[in-house]
């Protein structure tokens, strides 16, 4: 397989990597908030970016184990940015939603917490698969 081809699975792979996160970041916005259509007003919804985010980390450093920390940076910023930017100026466009409501403090503060907890769980599960890769492959194919 050349080059051009592995780069551009792997490119593709944490692309949908990147979109089920901000897709998740939304629906975690339906998750927290208290009022309207569609919300479900709980207070740990941030519980569910943890087996989320862990998988993101297991997919990510399964494909970029040599580039992990360009490859993180730039999925989860990709995450965030699409989550909490794009999406809510699409809403405001599309459905004439308030910018307030899109950039709030309550939006705000439940996009936090659930992007601080699944970086938390992303983080010690890049972590912990990192070195388990590492102990795989000094241990050799016999052990």
């Known amino acids: 397989m050349d080059w051009q081809r592995l780069i551009a699975g792997r490119l593709f792979q944490t692309g949908l990597v990147a979109a ?6 939304h629906l975690d916005w339906h998750l927290a908030r208290h009022h309207g259509r569609w919300s479900a007003g709980w207070a740990h919804h941030w519980v569910v970016a943890l ?9 990510l450093v399964r494909r970029w184990p040599d580039r992990i920390v360009p490859a993180s940076l730039a999925t989860l910023g990709a ?3 699409l989550g909490q930017v794009v999406e809510p100026l699409m809403e405001s466009l599309a459905f004439g939603a308030p910018i307030a409501q899109g950039f709030g403090a309550e939006r705000l503060h439940a996009f936090f917490q659930f992007f601080g907890a699944g970086l938390l769980a992303y983080v010690v599960a890049a972590w912990w698969l ?3 890769a590492r102990a795989d492959a000094t241990a050799g194919p016999d052990a």
């Open 20 to 25: 089920g996160l901000a897709m998740a970041i």
């Open 51 to 59: 087996p989320l985010f862990a998988a993101a980390a297991w997919i």
């Open 79 to 81: 995450a965030a940015v």
């Open 130 to 132: 990192a070195r388990r």
